[in-house]
């Protein structure tokens, strides 16, 4: 579904923000793009959709390359849910929802039927006519990714989705959308920084570190069998973690 040949991205002060990564993601596969702020997560992320242009390498989505598809229409087919969503505030949150859509040219009854399928999917069946400043922050990110379906989308990018939430909210939301990609049959791209939220979420992990891919695998494989001392020590510190929570309960 998503490869990444070669994939590097050099800004105009000379560093390499991403470098030579190279990896696939399959169709219906939940991959987590795990790295320390800085590591150049987001930067790759952003390349899927064009948001970012690639200085070399080539990444194919569902077997045509992006650069080959016109930017803006590329994105339509594309969700995208960033951390603080980005609705917009004077329109209701149907209307939130339905923009992709109308911008496609839907016509009014499908995409009325659309936004009430998505905002009954995420949990929130009867807030079309509120605000955004009238939910709560959970709730806008629920919408978001509402949004980010609304043209039918089978590929979701997540650009640390719950940050800043509350960990009751977060929690409750990383199940909401591990379930709803299971659901959908999407394929899920997500940027984080939180070791637990990639293990516990993502059937695999790809662990950048400057720009660097370092290891992509199951959270099973990189927890047996680390590749390079930075995941290895990643790895060590989700065991510490872990083995500190069971210590509290002996």
Sequence with gaps: MITFAGVGKRYQAGTWAVHDVSFEIAAGEFVAVLGESGSGKTTLLKMVNRLVEPTEGTIIVDGKSVRETDPVELRRTIGYVIQH?????????????????????????????????????????????????????????????????????????????FGGLDPITRVALQTELKKIHEELALTTVMVTHDMVEALTLADRIAIVFRGVLKQVGTPSELLAHPADPYVAQLMGMARQQAAQLASLSA
């Excluded at 995409?111 to 995420?122: K, M, N």
């Excluded at 709730?139 to 650009?159: E, F, N, P």
């Design 85 to 161: 969503v980005g609705l917009l505030p004077h329109l209701t949150i149907g209307a939130n929802v339905a923009m992709v859509p109308k911008l496609l040219g839907w016509d009014p009854a499908k995409t009325s039927a659309r936004v009430e399928e998505l905002l009954a999917l995420v949990g929130l069946p009867e807030m079309s006519q509120r605000y955004p400043d009238q939910l709560s922050g959970g709730q806008r990110q629920r919408i978001g990714v509402a949004r980010a379906l609304a043209a039918k989308s089978k590929i979701m990018l997540l650009d640390e989705p």
